[in-house]
T-cell receptor
Framework: GENVEQHPSTLSVQEGDSAVIKCTYS??????FPWYKQELGKRPQLIID?????GEKKDQRIAVTLNKTAKHFSLHITETQPEDSAVYFC????????????FGDGTTLTVKP | DGGITQSPKYLFRKEGQNVTLSCEQN?????MYWYRQDPGQGLRLIYY???????QKGDIAEGYSVSREKKESFPLTVTSAQKNPTAFYLC??????????????FGSGTRLTVV
């Protein structure tokens, strides 16, 4: 089955700096890669996603890149703010009706004011 | 207001007891999922269902059971066979339209503790 590895497990940055979280996946059939943000005690929420026919996608301060050949994808957050502090999860799935996602172990991002 | 509702928010289970976690969605999503989250770990898949009256085991199904009698509902039972049930349980659903699947919508979770 699919295996997703996520690094780093913790990341601390100064407000205004950039943060990068990296994930690798094992199943070459995976073609949908969402990222979720989970604030303390709350539900995960989808913040951005990318499909295998696209190499990069951007939404304001958040961007995701995908390298299908190397089987890795990354989340980039620019101009970080304290409210970006949360746990971020990457996931990989195959674009089918079942579409079950395999998650990485999460990255705890702390943005220091 | 569309979404997924999980109940209860907190649940305490005694040794040897079965408990059922509720998950209801009004998003008209076909697929529903149950994940378990342990501290410092990612989400691990327990069971999932694509359509009514059909469901499949995930990676950690032992000690759990589910049913899918209605499209809107996907309850999870934690049986006495689950030896370490203390965790945060998340229910999710997703839509699949025009041959494309989309990200999950999650419920707010149930925190289960064995007492």
């Amino acid at each position: 089955g699919e295996n997703v590895e996520q690094h780093p497990s913790t990341l601390s940055v100064q407000e205004g700096d950039s943060a990068v979280i990296k994930c690798t996946y094992s199943d070459s059939a995976s073609n949908y890669f969402p990222w979720y943000k989970q604030e303390l005690g709350k539900r995960p929420q989808l913040i951005i996603d990318i499909r295998s026919n696209v190499g990069e996608k951007k939404d304001q301060r958040i961007a995701v890149t995908l390298n299908k050949t190397a089987k890795h994808f990354s989340l980039h957050i620019t101009e970080t703010q304290p409210e970006d502090s949360a746990v971020y999860f990457c996931a990989a799935s195959i674009n089918t009706n079942a579409g079950k996602s395999t998650f990485g172990d999460g990255t705890t991002l702390t943005v220091k004011p | 207001d569309g979404g997924i509702t999980q109940s209860p928010k907190y649940l305490f289970r005694k040794e040897g007891q079965n408990v059922t976690l509720s998950c209801e969605q009004n998003l008209n999503h076909d697929a529903m999922y149950w994940y378990r989250q342990d501290p410092g770990q990612g989400l691990r898949l327990i069971y999932y269902s694509q359509i009514v009256n059909d469901f499949q085991k995930g990676d950690i199904a032992e000690g759990y059971s589910v049913s899918r009698e209605k499209k809107e509902s996907f309850p999870l039972t934690v049986t006495s066979a689950q030896k370490n049930p203390t965790a945060f349980y998340l229910c999710a659903s997703r839509t699949f339209m025009d041959g494309v699947n989309y990200g999950y919508t999650f419920g707010s979770g149930t925190r289960l503790t064995v007492v």
